[in-house]
């Protein structure tokens, strides 16, 4: 993994007030257990949690990104599934599990991922840099209106 690229991806996650924290593949569980996320999605450890999801949101989504971006602190998910889709946008607080090793550059470097999604009509893709922040004409600036109010990243260690 290069370190760069992390020290980036980290600096700019923390511009835009996500959490950023260290985890050890052997750390998950106690995460699981200390912590109450009403949705979990980490398919690389077949681990799941469903719950209901419907115009009132959910409070905690914890859900493994398929890649990020160094240079903005941008997290990718692509899913079919439409449960993905509502959890990372209808929570209070989106927490993303991602593996060090899937972090790129630059959003160029995503191309052959974005080339994927568009292959399959069906694939969902969100570019999620940090909570959902939005500003009207008087430059009043609400938060959590058009999804999550707070972000943090779990960076699973190599």
Do not use: W
């Not at 999801?53 to 971006?69: F, M, P, T, W």
């Not at 840099?129 to 707070?150: C, F, K, M, N, Q």
């Amino acid at each position: 993994m290069n370190s760069l690229l992390l020290k980036k991806f980290i600096e700019k996650s923390t511009l835009v007030s996500n959490g950023n924290f260290f985890i050890k593949k052997e750390q998950i569980n106690d995460l699981l257990n200390k912590e109450d996320f009403d949705f979990i999605a980490l398919p690389s450890f077949n681990i799941y949690k469903g719950c209901t999801i419907d115009e009132k949101g959910i409070n905690r989504s914890l859900i493994e990104a398929d890649s990020a971006i160094a240079e903005t602190g941008t997290v990718i998910l692509k899913s079919k599934s439409e449960k993905i889709r509502l959890a990372s946008s209808l929570c209070e607080e989106l927490n993303i599990l991602l593996k060090q090793n899937l972090i790129l550059e630059k959003l160029e470097d995503a191309e052959m991922i974005l080339k994927e999604s568009v292959q399959n009509q069906s694939n969902y893709i969100a570019f999620i840099t940090g909570a959902s922040r939005t500003a009207d004409i008087e430059r009043v600036l609400t938060i959590g209106v058009h999804g999550p109010v707070r972000m943090n990243v779990y960076i699973l260690e190599d």
